[in-house]
């Protein structure tokens, strides 16, 4: 966990992990601050993929967030994860967001 330099109480929490800790295969982030989780980027390695891994990590960062007392959380979904996370209980808001690419030049 590492606390947030200009964010009073935000908090941003790394996490990596695999089948029985002998290698990495699945990571995100989870920013916890102004009232709500961010579950940011979630990755799981292609072979390890419906293994539930990735849901398990997910599972996880929600606990953590829950623990000082986050009762919001919020994560944009690939095509992929869609259905993962309405099966965890996440609701579809039905909002697009466009999405930008900035390259240094």
Same mark, same amino acid.
């Given at each position: *966990?590492? #606390?947030?330099? +200009?964010?009073?109480?935000?908090?941003?929490?790394? $996490?990596? +992990? +695999? !089948?029985?800790?002998?290698r990495?295969? /699945? /990571?995100?982030?989870?920013? /916890?601050?102004?009232?709500?989780?961010?579950?940011? @980027?979630?990755g799981?390695? !292609?072979?390890?993929?419906? #293994? @539930? %891994? @990735?849901?398990? *990590?997910?599972?996880? #960062?929600?606990? %953590?967030?829950?623990? !000082? @007392?986050?009762?919001?959380?919020?994560? $944009?979904?690939?095509? *992929?994860?869609?259905? !993962?996370?309405?099966?965890?209980? $996440?609701?579809?808001?039905?909002?697009?967001?466009?999405?930008?690419?900035? #390259?240094? +030049?």
């Open positions: *966990m590492k #606390r947030l330099n +200009g964010l009073r109480g935000a908090t941003l929490h790394s $996490f990596s +992990g +695999g !089948p029985g800790r002998l990495t295969v /699945c /990571c995100g982030l989870l920013y /916890c601050g102004a009232g709500v989780a961010g579950l940011i @980027g979630l799981t390695l !292609p072979e390890y993929r419906k #293994r @539930g %891994i @990735g849901s398990a *990590m997910q599972l996880e #960062r929600l606990r %953590i967030a829950r623990e !000082p @007392g986050y009762q919001y959380a919020v994560l $944009f979904a690939s095509e *992929m994860g869609y259905s !993962p996370y309405l099966k965890l209980g $996440f609701q579809d808001t039905g909002r697009r967001v466009s999405r930008y690419l900035w #390259r240094a +030049g």
